[in-house]
Structure formats: C-alpha cells, structure tokens
C-alpha cells in the first residue's frame, strides 16, 4: 500500500496540456512545465495542444516507451470527462492503468479564473505538485470482474419500456417487464393521433402491446410493483409485488360477461375519468394482457361477476404475490405524469366545466371515447370555437416546472387539425408563447395549420372566465405582437398539459440508487454523451423518465437503453473498479464492527464480534472509502485514494502560503462535477482554493481535515452531496456525523470551528460552488485580518 | 374518487359526473322514516342515522357510497333511487341479484261497501285515498305493509303482504321518566303511551322497520327480525343484507328453503309425463 518496491525508482512523466486556447490563454502551460520539470522523481515533461486527441496520446505511449515512465501525470481537464481515455493510453503502452493521475487545471483553473492569470498559472503549479505527490504513491492495481447474467428488468411498459423489451428480447436476453397498470400501454394508448403524420395511436402501438405479450422471451408481470433491489451490475436482485387483480389470468378470456351484471359505476382513468367502468374492468380494448381486473376497493362483493363467468375465473381470495428476479440489467422506464391543471388555478380547470386539458380532449376526439369521437362539451352542445392555452405547467416558474415539455406545441395543432378534418368551419385559437417544432415534419404540420386556417395568437393568457349564461370560456390574453389586451371567448378551452415526474420517481430512484435532477426527472450519466446511462453501472433510462419527450424520441432512447444494456449482458462480464477497501493492517483490527455499520452495500463483513477480522466482499465493494474513514484502529485503507497519498496532496497543496489557501474535499459525484460545472459555466471564483478528490465524502477523516490544518490551512471545505442524494447512500451523512464531532475538538486545539466548514453541492450547483468559495476567500481575508489565521512568520 | 354531494332542500343528491354519462342516487329525507334498514344493508357503510337534539337525521358519505344500488329496493318508503343517464335503473335487480319482494297490498275494490272509508281513515301514513264508489287508490311507496287496513276492512278486501318477521319488546323499566321519543318516529303508530305513563308497542302493527330502535336513548327496545319474505333473485349482496337485517342463521335457513325449493323443481322437470 505504501510507495514503490524498494527496487523500483520511480520515472514520472508530467504531460500539460494547452487544450487549444482553453488553458492556454489563461495559465501559462510552458512555466508549468518548467516548474515540473523541478519536482523529485520527475524524469520528462512535455506540453501538447490536445493531450486527448490521437497525436497527444502518441505522445503518453512513445514517453512510456523511451523513458521507461512508471508512473504518468497528465495535467488538462477533469479526470470525470477522460480519466478513462488516458487509462487505456497506459495500458496500450503496458502500463497498469491505475499508475495514472489526472490534475484539473482546466475546469478547476483556467476557466475560473480567468482574468488571473498569474495567479492560475501558480495555482496550476500547485495543482501539478500535489499531483505528482499521489503519483509516486499510485500502485498498481486490478479490477475486478464480475459475471453478467443475460436477463434484464424493465421498469415501466409504456411505449419505451415495450420498444427496449422486445429490442432485448429479440437479441436473445431474457426480459422482466414489470408494470404497475394492469394492462401496458402507457399514456400513449390514450392518444388518439400521433403527431406530425395523424397516424392512430393505439393501432402503431397495438400490435407493440401484442408482441410483448407473445414474445417467449419476455415475462409480461403486470399490476406490479417493484419493492427492493439488491446487489449490482450482472447479478441484481430484485422483489416485485404483484398485486391481486382478484381474476385468475390462466383463465380469463377478456369475454366482458362479467361486465354488464356488476353494479358498481366508477370512472375510468384510462379516459381521464370522462367515461364510465364497472368494479371488474379492463382499461381498454386493446389491453395486453386482455384479462379484467377488480377494483376492490370499490367492489361490494355482491358476486355477480362470479356467477355471470362461464370459465370461473374471478377469485376474489386472490392475495398479493412475491416474485424474486435476478437479472444483470435494469432499465428504468416509468415515464411521467400529466401536468395537474388545478394548480393553474387562474384557469378554473376543475371548476370551469368547458375547461378540460389536452389529454381529456384527445380521449373526447377519440371515437372509442365518451363520445364517440364528437367535440361535444359537457352540455351535450358542439364546440365549434376552440381556444388551445399553451405551456400549461411548462416553462413556468411559479409551478415549479421551468422546463418545456417539448410535444405540446405540436400536440396542440395537430389537435387543432383533428378539430378541422371534423368540422372544416371551427375556428380554432392557439395562445401561444413559442412554437417548437422541432421533429422531423413538425414544421411542415405547422405550416398546414397556418393553411388552414388556426388562428395563432402569441401571449400566455392570465386567466379564463366564464360567460354564466351558456359557461363559455372567456379566455383573457395579451396578444404581445398587437399589444392588445383580449378576451376571446370560445366552445371550449383545452389547456395543453406538459409532463412532471411521476410520484413514484423518487422512490424507485432511492431503490435504485439513481439521480434525479432538480426538475425531478432521473438524470443520465452525460446530458450528450451517455444520455440513456445513469452513474450506476447496469442501470438505464429512457422515455418519459428522464424528460418529458415525443413518442419518437421515447422509442429512440428505448431503443437505446437496449443497446447499452446489451453490452455487459452480451459480454457477459463486467469490470469493477480496483478502488476497493482493504484491510492492510489486520493485526489492528480489534472487530469491533463498526465499519460493518458504515457500509449500506453489506459489502464489509464482521463475522463475529469481537473475534474474527473485517473481510471485504470486494464485489460488492464501491470504493466511497467510509469505512476506512470510521474505523478507530486505522486498520482499514483504500486502494488508489490512501490515507498515505491523500496526505501528500494535502500537504504539496500547503507547501506554500498555506494560510491563504482553502483545501477543498470535493466528492467525485456531487461537488467535484459541481466544481466541474462552475468551471464549464465559466462562473469566476478566487485562486485560493486547492480541490482535493475522493470517491465520496464519507472518505474524509478526521485525520486529513487535521493534517490541513497542522500544515496551516487558512480553511477546509468538505462538499458532501446534498442529504439523500449520496451516491453511495449514506457516506455523506457518515462525513456529517464526523465533522459534527470534530467541531467539539477543534477550540481545544487552538482553531477556530469556523475554519472549517461542511456545504452541500450537487453536480448541478456550479453557481453555489462559485459563491461559496468567494465567500470562505472573503472570510479567509478577514480570518487573517482579525489573527484567527496566522501568518507563519517568514524567514528566520 | 368520489361523488358530488349536494343537499338541496329536503334532498340529499351524490352524483358522478362523467363526460356525457351520469349516475345519481338520490334521498328524499322527507319521505325517507329513518327506520335502520339501508344503512344495515349498505355493503359499504356508507349511510348512518344518527339522533341530533332527539330528531333522527340521515347522513350518507360520498367517500364511500359506490351507487351499487343495494339500498334502494330495501328502502320501505322508496326514499332511495338511483338514475343512470337520467332513467331509474338498478343493475343488481335487472339481473335479478337481489329478489323482488311480494306485492305490498292490493285492494279488491268491487267489495268496498259505499261510502266506507274506514281504511283511509285508519292508515297511519296517509297512503290509502278512496275517490269514490269502489274507486280506491294506493300510494303504494308509501305503504308500510302494516295490517292496520287489514285489520279495519270487514268486507275482506284487502291484502297486504308483510315481508319481515320477528319480535319486539321494549324494556320499559329503562325508559327515561315522560320520554315517548319511540311514540313518535314510528311510522305505522304501533307503540303508544299509555295512561299508566309507559309504552306498549302493538306487536301486530310492527313492521320492523328498527325506527324506534334509532331514537331510543336507553337502548331499551329489543327489535329483532327472524325472516324475511321474498320472491326469486339471489347473490352475495342480497346473503350479506339478510344476515345484517336478521342473524346469520336466517340466512342459513333462507339457503336451505332456496335449495329445497330448486330440488322442487328438478324433481318437477325430470317427472315423466
């Protein structure tokens, strides 16, 4: 764990990258390099234009091989974006990937400061020096490979959950396709049309719904609901609950005698609670599986179903049914929720009757609707004036979604042109704030709709009111290219709803161990790059669940998921990270189990108190480093973040004018992506700050935050994920816990507690990174003005 | 999801209001005797009597009621309907889950002797009107099936069908001290105050609605039904409200009488002619 072999001598390469005009123009790559060219150990330097590029990695592979380089430092952008492009640099050239590390002077330096220039130069030198500090400490290491097993989980059976079974289950994999509705289908089954080309929806997508039902390779389970799941990529175990539908699917036939007998009358949500159902129901014609249901709540248990079917096949004993899956994949596909429109209450949704949302128009155009297709209104009268509110929920602030939900735009026109194929005369108003036509042929059924005459109004109207006489809407707007106020007063007023996460986002997220955004939405691993990827290895996304999409791009991403899945399934096999815990001093290992408590993996294990040492299942192992972090008998340390090279870090960082420098523990995840963003974003901040980085909070000790301030740190920062966002579940609390009792200590030693300060940043709070490192530099500065921090006196 | 609740003078409405559909159950408090049966026969509970400042008042709760319909054939005074698009219908009786009961009464109106109203003087809720000579005319909604008129006609022209079967007795020894609150909801007049200042019920004039049994502060009147009278039509809602109208071993008895009667009848079609 500690140094090289005694024989080796180490020969490290420092390479600096200009990254074109990027670092170029802000720090001075030729004064790094000089400056490296003086650290010990240090055998060859070099500077590139673009490191990453094919002639810069040439450049790494030739150094290894003429110099005999054993250990490689490359100084350029973030180790997120091509930590993995350099490793296999050094494995092409027969080094072991691991003897490899990467320092930020891009996203942490020259993009942050970039009107310093001196300044980020310097702080680039330092950045490089605590860089090769951890280089001569890097050991090789091997990752671990763990079987894949060739079945996976999609969560969701909505048009992007289907498309990403039947992809796998035509590739050969095994499929679990778990749906909480009792039929699949998803949102798209309750359309009428599909844009741009006015296709019927449920008759592209029936003959999806029957082929995720025949496919052998495809377990159909639906009325379920995921519970738990374990483990990790390839070998994930998962408990569904399959909730009773009180109809024994083996028997039922989808018949509907059970239907006409039943006395129970409730509305049925799959026509947005506009057309009536009986207890026993099956949500629509084209269901798969075409087998009913009962709505127990509901039903009175009179039995006249019972008698009414021929093939015995309700049972109304039925119980909820545990099924445990073990696959290699998941796919997560739970799509969206409408946009509630009672919280715009300014357009009398729910108390207006003429109001109703685009979904309710779109079941009420549909000719297996409550009425058959006529654009009647409540009162039996046709709507011949149409008046469509558009971002209904959408880029808009107040209710919290500022996101634009894509489809409406065009969703509205084509609802519009279903409105003139029927009735040639309506007139048709469209209140619109934007028109994103975005797709392939949107524009051209925008243009259409121009032709034939919709009527484009530009403003967001205030509110709608009713006329008492007849309850016709009264829509008021402000035409914003007239500047005139307006009250149009229509049949009919349809808000065009967009999306919002779904209620059970969150808990399938915590399940899972997922991110989700700030708009609620799952996120992927690279908004460009990795879109249907999630941080978690084995885990994907697609369709609605990530944001709101078309039905194009929800079968492209399902599609896509497919595809990425496929990978460790097809290969069979997949590669851990070597960055696990180990236990390098058993002789200090007393069992006392606390590290057992510390891991929410299971993956460290005290078989008895007491007696027998810690074992790491290294399979299970993520590397966040919490248990090493906690355990009281320093018996514990972790591959390639060790307590020995994170020490030389922090103390290369404070080699010089330590008082004017803020160590900053930033977690891989969270706030270093965060750190990351600020300097994507270009958010300027001061040159005081020296990032330091870990897998996860939870791997920052007492011993290191200590060490900073022994070596005359002015400020230590440690940036934790926000609560409940960890992406190792807990470390970050398990850090809190830490610093809450280091706090206590702290006077005792002669600091000042506000020295040392624990914030949360999130990968996407580039900004509350920026403003709170130029608050602690102004604090700093105060810090040292009152003689809270001390200026070492120089010389002598 | 529930219904919209609206009280518009003496008329409890729950509605679910769907696109073009709609299914409304309506409650006429003023016709309605707050006897106890719906809210027994209610498979969700959704209906309770209950007794504010000594009046019974009726309450039904939208979360629960499901407009199945089971309340409304069971109500003695039809104070209950249920409309699907604007029609009476009740799906459970069209499909013959519940059993028509017998007809509450029928008047042979050639025996009334002229000029004889004693019937329509008699009945206790005002349901009998005689227009004229051998012209009598029946509220039959109203009717409580009591054998008041029966009992009043010498001619023998009246027939009334009584449905529930029992005992009642009222423990007097509990009463409070001038209470008559029993006196006065009984719909058919059967118990009275007599001049020693304590009730007697006449048991001939009980129909067992279980109105008194609502009022009562005391608990003191001992109301139960053993049997009830009824024609064809069978399912678990009609099982489930006869065990709550009665006790569990009536339904057991009222399943045997219905398996005797079907052997009846197999033995009646397989008899060779």
Request: with cysteine.
């Given at each position: 764990m500690t140094g090289p072999d005694q024989q080796e001598k180490l020969r490290i390469g420092v390479f600096i990258c200009h990254c074109g005009k990027n670092i170029g123009a802000v720090v001075d790559p030729a004064a790094v390099a000089e400056y490296a060219k003086t650290l010990p150990d240090v055998v060859f330097v070099i500077e590139n234009l673009y490191t990453c590029a094919e002639p810069g990695q040439e450049e790494i592979r030739k150094a290894i091989k003429e110099h005999n380089l054993n250990r490689v430092v490359v100084a350029s952008c973030s180790p997120k974006l091509h930590e993995p492009t350099f490793r296999r640099t050094l494995t092409e050239a027969g080094l072991n990937k691991y003897l490899f590390e990467m320092v930020n002077i891009r996203?942490?330096?020259?993009?942050?400061?970039?009107?310093?220039?001196?300044?980020?130069?310097?702080?680039?030198?330092?950045?490089?020096?605590?860089?090769?500090?951890?280089?001569?400490?890097?050991?090789?290491?091997?990752?671990?490979?763990?079987?894949?097993?060739?079945?996976?989980?999609?969560?969701?059976?909505?048009?992007?959950?289907?498309?990403?079974?039947?992809?796998?289950?035509?590739?050969?994999?095994?499929?679990?396709?778990?749906?909480?509705?009792?039929s699949i289908g998803g949102i798209m089954a309750q359309l009428d049309k599909t844009l741009p080309t006015m296709d019927c929806s449920i008759c592209i997508l029936g003959p999806k719904l029957v082929d995720v039902g025949k496919h052998e390779n495809i377990n159909l389970i639906t009325n379920a609901e995921l519970k738990s799941v374990d483990g990790f990529i390839g070998n994930f175990k998962v408990k569904v609950e399959v909730k009773p539908r009180y109809v024994d699917m083996t028997k039922c036939n989808g018949c509907g005698e059970c239907v006409d007998v039943c006395p129970v009358i409730l509305p049925n949500q799959y026509d947005m609670?506009?057309?009536?159902?009986?207890?026993?129901?099956?949500?629509?014609?084209?269901?798969?599986?075409?087998?009913?249901?009962?709505?127990?709540?509901?039903?009175?248990?009179?039995?006249?179903?019972?008698?009414?079917?021929?093939?015995?096949?309700?049972?109304?004993?039925?119980?909820?049914?545990?099924?445990?899956?073990?696959?290699?994949?998941?796919?997560?596909?739970?799509?969206?929720?409408?946009?509630?429109?009672?919280?715009?209450?300014?357009y009398g949704y729910g108390k207006l009757e003429n109001v109703i949302t685009s979904l309710e128009f779109?079941?009420?155009?549909?000719?297996?609707?409550?009425?058959?297709?006529?654009?009647?209104?409540?009162?039996?009268?046709?709507?011949?004036?149409?008046?469509?509110?558009?971002?209904?929920?959408?880029?808009?602030?107040?209710?919290?979604?500022?996101?634009c939900s894509s489809y409406c735009c065009l969703a509205t026109i084509k609802q519009a042109m279903l409105i003139k194929e029927h009735d040639p005369e309506a007139e048709i108003y469209i209140f619109y704030t934007d028109i994103r036509a975005f797709g392939k042929g949107y524009e051209d059924l925008y243009a259409r709709g121009r032709e034939e005459g919709l009527i484009f109004i530009r403003g967001r109207p205030s509110s709608i009111k009713e006329n008492p006489k007849n309850k016709n809407p009264i829509i008021v707007v402000e035409n914003t290219l007239t500047n005139e106020l307006m009250e149009v007063e229509v049949d009919l007023a349809v808000l065009a709803i967009g999306l919002q996460p779904t209620e059970g986002a969150r808990n399938v997220a915590q399940m899972l161990h997922i991110p989700i955004g700030a708009d609620g939405f799952f996120i992927e691993s690279h908004p460009k790059l990795k879109p249907v990827d999630t941080p978690v290895d084995g885990i994907y996304i697609c369709g609605t669940s990530a944001q709101p999409r078309d039905i194009k791009d929800s079968v492209t991403t399902g599609s896509a998921a497919a595809a990425r899945a496929s990978i460790p399934m097809g290969a069979g096999k997949f590669s851990v990270e070597g960055i696990t815990s180990v236990l390098v001093h058993p002789e200090k290992c007393t069992a006392c189990a606390i590290c057992t408590t510390k891991c929410p993996y299971g993956a460290i294990q005290v078989k008895e108190k007491g007696k027998t040492p810690a074992i790491i299942i290294e399979a299970s192992c993520k590397g966040c480093g919490t248990c090493v972090a906690d355990c009281p008998f320093k018996a514990l340390d972790q591959r390639h973040f060790a307590d020995e090279q994170i020490f030389a870090q922090i103390d290369a960082a404070l080699e010089e004018d330590p008082e004017d420098k803020i160590i900053s523990f930033n977690c891989n995840w969270c706030s270093y992506a965060g750190a990351d963003l600020a300097g994507v974003s270009r958010f300027q901040y001061p040159t005081n700050v020296r990032i330091i980085r870990v897998m996860c909070s939870g791997r920052v000790s007492k011993e290191m935050i200590m060490r900073a301030f022994e070596k005359g740190a002015g400020m230590v920062l440690v940036a934790p994920c926000h609560p409940s966002d960890c992406h190792y579940i807990s470390g970050n609390l398990h850090a809190k816990n830490r610093i809450d009792q280091l706090y206590k200590v702290l006077p005792s030693k002669g600091i000042d507690p506000r020295r040392l300060r624990l914030e949360y940043v999130s990968a996407a709070e580039g900004l509350v990174y920026q403003r709170?490192?130029?608050?602690?530099?102004?604090?700093?500065?105060?810090?040292?003005?009152?003689?809270?921090?001390?200026?070492?006196?120089k010389g002598g | 999801m529930s219904l919209e609740k609206t009280e518009i003078g003496e008329q409890i409405a729950l509605r679910l209001p769907l696109y073009v559909n709609e299914v409304l159950l309506t409650l006429d408090k003023k016709t309605c005797i707050k006897c106890d049966i719906c809210s027994k026969v209610c498979p969700k509970e959704a209906i309770k009597v209950s007794v504010v400042d000594k009046k019974l008042e009726i309450e039904i709760d939208k979360d629960k009621c499901v407009l199945c319909g089971v309340c409304v054939p069971f109500c003695p005074v039809g104070a209950l309907d249920i409309q699907i698009d604007k029609q009476s219908k009740n799906i459970l009786t069209l499909h013959e889950g519940l059993p028509t009961f017998p007809e509450k009464i029928s008047i042979d109106e050639k025996k009334c002797p002229e000029d004889c109203r004693k019937c329509e003087e008699l009945c206790p809720v005002k349901a009998i009107k005689v227009r004229g000579p051998n012209k009598v005319e029946v509220n039959k909604t109203i009717c409580m099936r009591c054998p008041v008129c029966l009992d009043s006609c010498e001619d023998g022209a009246i027939i009334v069908n009584p449905i529930f079967f029992g005992s009642i007795k009222i423990n007097t020894d509990k009463c409070p001290e001038g209470c008559d609150l029993c006196v006065q909801v009984c719909p058919t007049k059967a118990i009275e105050m007599g001049e020693d200042k304590k009730v007697s019920v006449k048991d001939r004039y009980c129909v067992f609605c279980g109105a008194c049994t609502n009022i009562c502060p005391?608990?003191?009147?001992?109301?139960?039904?053993?049997?009830?009278?009824?024609?064809?039509?069978?399912?678990?809602?009609?099982?489930?409200?006869?065990?709550?109208?009665?006790?569990?071993?009536?339904?057991y008895l009222d399943q045997d009488d219905r398996a005797r009667k079907r052997l009846v009848e197999l033995i009646e079609e397989s008899r060779v002619v």
């Amino acid at each position: 764990m500690t140094g090289p072999d005694q024989q080796e001598k180490l020969r490290i390469g420092v390479f600096i990258c200009h990254c074109g005009k990027n670092i170029g123009a802000v720090v001075d790559p030729a004064a790094v390099a000089e400056y490296a060219k003086t650290l010990p150990d240090v055998v060859f330097v070099i500077e590139n234009l673009y490191t990453c590029a094919e002639p810069g990695q040439e450049e790494i592979r030739k150094a290894i091989k003429e110099h005999n380089l054993n250990r490689v430092v490359v100084a350029s952008c973030s180790p997120k974006l091509h930590e993995p492009t350099f490793r296999r640099t050094l494995t092409e050239a027969g080094l072991n990937k691991y003897l490899f590390e990467m320092v930020n002077i891009r996203e942490h330096c020259s993009w942050v400061h970039m009107r310093e220039k001196e300044k980020a130069t310097k702080k680039a030198m330092d950045l490089v020096r605590m860089g090769v500090a951890k280089a001569r400490l890097l050991q090789p290491l091997e990752d671990i490979t763990v079987p894949v097993k060739k079945e996976a989980l999609v969560l969701g059976g909505g048009v992007a959950g289907c498309q990403a079974a039947l992809d796998l289950a035509d590739l050969g994999f095994k499929v679990n396709l778990v749906e909480k509705d009792p039929s699949i289908g998803g949102i798209m089954a309750q359309l009428d049309k599909t844009l741009p080309t006015m296709d019927c929806s449920i008759c592209i997508l029936g003959p999806k719904l029957v082929d995720v039902g025949k496919h052998e390779n495809i377990n159909l389970i639906t009325n379920a609901e995921l519970k738990s799941v374990d483990g990790f990529i390839g070998n994930f175990k998962v408990k569904v609950e399959v909730k009773p539908r009180y109809v024994d699917m083996t028997k039922c036939n989808g018949c509907g005698e059970c239907v006409d007998v039943c006395p129970v009358i409730l509305p049925n949500q799959y026509d947005m609670q506009l057309k009536p159902r009986k207890a026993i129901y099956c949500s629509f014609a084209q269901a798969v599986p075409l087998v009913y249901a009962i709505d127990k709540d509901k039903c009175i248990e009179c039995g006249m179903c019972m008698d009414a079917c021929d093939l015995n096949a309700i049972n109304l004993d039925q119980e909820p049914q545990e099924i445990n899956l073990e696959v290699g994949t998941v796919i997560v596909a739970t799509g969206a929720e409408p946009f509630d429109a009672t919280r715009k209450e300014e357009y009398g949704y729910g108390k207006l009757e003429n109001v109703i949302t685009s979904l309710e128009f779109e079941r009420i155009i549909c000719a297996s609707g409550p009425t058959g297709g006529d654009l009647l209104r409540r009162d039996g009268g046709h709507a011949k004036k149409v008046g469509f509110v558009q971002c209904v929920g959408s880029r808009d602030e107040k209710c919290g979604n500022k996101y634009c939900s894509s489809y409406c735009c065009l969703a509205t026109i084509k609802q519009a042109m279903l409105i003139k194929e029927h009735d040639p005369e309506a007139e048709i108003y469209i209140f619109y704030t934007d028109i994103r036509a975005f797709g392939k042929g949107y524009e051209d059924l925008y243009a259409r709709g121009r032709e034939e005459g919709l009527i484009f109004i530009r403003g967001r109207p205030s509110s709608i009111k009713e006329n008492p006489k007849n309850k016709n809407p009264i829509i008021v707007v402000e035409n914003t290219l007239t500047n005139e106020l307006m009250e149009v007063e229509v049949d009919l007023a349809v808000l065009a709803i967009g999306l919002q996460p779904t209620e059970g986002a969150r808990n399938v997220a915590q399940m899972l161990h997922i991110p989700i955004g700030a708009d609620g939405f799952f996120i992927e691993s690279h908004p460009k790059l990795k879109p249907v990827d999630t941080p978690v290895d084995g885990i994907y996304i697609c369709g609605t669940s990530a944001q709101p999409r078309d039905i194009k791009d929800s079968v492209t991403t399902g599609s896509a998921a497919a595809a990425r899945a496929s990978i460790p399934m097809g290969a069979g096999k997949f590669s851990v990270e070597g960055i696990t815990s180990v236990l390098v001093h058993p002789e200090k290992c007393t069992a006392c189990a606390i590290c057992t408590t510390k891991c929410p993996y299971g993956a460290i294990q005290v078989k008895e108190k007491g007696k027998t040492p810690a074992i790491i299942i290294e399979a299970s192992c993520k590397g966040c480093g919490t248990c090493v972090a906690d355990c009281p008998f320093k018996a514990l340390d972790q591959r390639h973040f060790a307590d020995e090279q994170i020490f030389a870090q922090i103390d290369a960082a404070l080699e010089e004018d330590p008082e004017d420098k803020i160590i900053s523990f930033n977690c891989n995840w969270c706030s270093y992506a965060g750190a990351d963003l600020a300097g994507v974003s270009r958010f300027q901040y001061p040159t005081n700050v020296r990032i330091i980085r870990v897998m996860c909070s939870g791997r920052v000790s007492k011993e290191m935050i200590m060490r900073a301030f022994e070596k005359g740190a002015g400020m230590v920062l440690v940036a934790p994920c926000h609560p409940s966002d960890c992406h190792y579940i807990s470390g970050n609390l398990h850090a809190k816990n830490r610093i809450d009792q280091l706090y206590k200590v702290l006077p005792s030693k002669g600091i000042d507690p506000r020295r040392l300060r624990l914030e949360y940043v999130s990968a996407a709070e580039g900004l509350v990174y920026q403003r709170l490192i130029k608050e602690m530099t102004e604090q700093l500065e105060e810090f040292k003005k009152q003689g809270i921090v001390k200026t070492p006196v120089k010389g002598g | 999801m529930s219904l919209e609740k609206t009280e518009i003078g003496e008329q409890i409405a729950l509605r679910l209001p769907l696109y073009v559909n709609e299914v409304l159950l309506t409650l006429d408090k003023k016709t309605c005797i707050k006897c106890d049966i719906c809210s027994k026969v209610c498979p969700k509970e959704a209906i309770k009597v209950s007794v504010v400042d000594k009046k019974l008042e009726i309450e039904i709760d939208k979360d629960k009621c499901v407009l199945c319909g089971v309340c409304v054939p069971f109500c003695p005074v039809g104070a209950l309907d249920i409309q699907i698009d604007k029609q009476s219908k009740n799906i459970l009786t069209l499909h013959e889950g519940l059993p028509t009961f017998p007809e509450k009464i029928s008047i042979d109106e050639k025996k009334c002797p002229e000029d004889c109203r004693k019937c329509e003087e008699l009945c206790p809720v005002k349901a009998i009107k005689v227009r004229g000579p051998n012209k009598v005319e029946v509220n039959k909604t109203i009717c409580m099936r009591c054998p008041v008129c029966l009992d009043s006609c010498e001619d023998g022209a009246i027939i009334v069908n009584p449905i529930f079967f029992g005992s009642i007795k009222i423990n007097t020894d509990k009463c409070p001290e001038g209470c008559d609150l029993c006196v006065q909801v009984c719909p058919t007049k059967a118990i009275e105050m007599g001049e020693d200042k304590k009730v007697s019920v006449k048991d001939r004039y009980c129909v067992f609605c279980g109105a008194c049994t609502n009022i009562c502060p005391e608990k003191a009147i001992d109301m139960g039904r053993t049997r009830v009278l009824h024609g064809e039509g069978f399912s678990s809602a009609w099982n489930f409200a006869l065990e709550k109208l009665t006790s569990a071993r009536s339904v057991y008895l009222d399943q045997d009488d219905r398996a005797r009667k079907r052997l009846v009848e197999l033995i009646e079609e397989s008899r060779v002619v």
